[in-house]
């Protein structure tokens, strides 16, 4: 059966959550999963951790680069978390969206603020919260890499970020992996179905009623 192509609007997928919550896992399981939808890179003036990658995971700058570039309009948010700031380069999402392509962001509250004063009708918001406030403690005791200062100023702001959760238009609990992945399939699956975003279908509705 020929399944008709129809063009539509590129959806920008943001994913916040305190830290802790397992965003990062579970947007690399949805980006393994599912085709057409790529993730956007943050710059950061933070440190490197073990095992990230320039370019992959941020691009690591240094603060007078990361000035320059916002200075320059080449991010389109940017926010200061825990003393270090991040920021979405602007090239990267709208070449994906020209292309077609879904773009994924794995930013903060004040990051989806702004895409929502910028960019509403693109933007789909899910929040990603932890079972419980314990587990979120553990998870990050178990992040070696963090200082112990590091830890305990992520667990108190933690409760800053949780305190954004009803400005998101979707909140996952994240008890089991394999259910979050599932549930924020479902809801990319869903967005992208949306009337308003499929472009091209007023033409199709059109062609296909002429045959009726
Ligand atoms: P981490 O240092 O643990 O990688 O990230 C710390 C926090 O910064 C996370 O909540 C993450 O979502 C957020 N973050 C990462 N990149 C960006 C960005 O480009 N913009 C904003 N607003 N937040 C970001």
Redesign the pocket.
């Given at each position: 059966m020929h399944s008709p192509t129809i063009e539509r609007r590129g959806i920008m997928l943001v994913?916040?959550?305190?830290?802790g919550a397992g965003?990062?896992t579970l947007a690399r399981r949805l980006l393994t999963s599912e085709r057409g939808i790529e993730m956007?890179v943050?710059?950061?003036t933070?440190n490197p951790?073990q095992g990230e990658v320039h370019g992959k995971?941020?691009f690591f700058v240094s603060e007078t680069e990361f000035k320059r570039m916002r200075d320059a309009g080449d991010?389109l948010?940017?926010?200061r978390?825990?003393g270090?700031y991040?920021?979405?380069p602007a090239l990267a999402v709208e070449r994906a969206l020209a292309g077609g392509r879904d773009v994924l962001?794995?930013?903060?509250w004040?990051?989806?603020q702004?895409l929502n004063e910028k960019v509403a009708q693109d933007l789909v918001r899910v929040f990603l919260l932890p079972p419980s406030g314990e587990v979120l403690q553990q998870r990050l005791e178990a992040r070696a890499q963090d200082a112990p200062d590091s830890v305990a100023r992520r667990m108190s702001d933690a409760a800053a970020?949780i305190s954004h959760w009803a400005e998101y238009d979707y909140v996952i609990i994240n008890s089991d992996l394999e259910a979050s992945v599932a549930g924020l399939s479902a809801i990319l699956a869903a967005e992208r179905l949306r009337r308003e975003r499929l472009l091209g279908l007023s033409d199709f509705v059109r062609e296909m009623q002429k045959a009726l």
């Open positions: 994913l916040s959550s305190p830290s965003k990062t956007s943050s710059v950061t933070r951790r995971d941020y991010l948010e940017w926010a978390v825990f270090n991040y920021g979405t962001f794995d930013i903060d004040q990051g989806a702004q970020e």
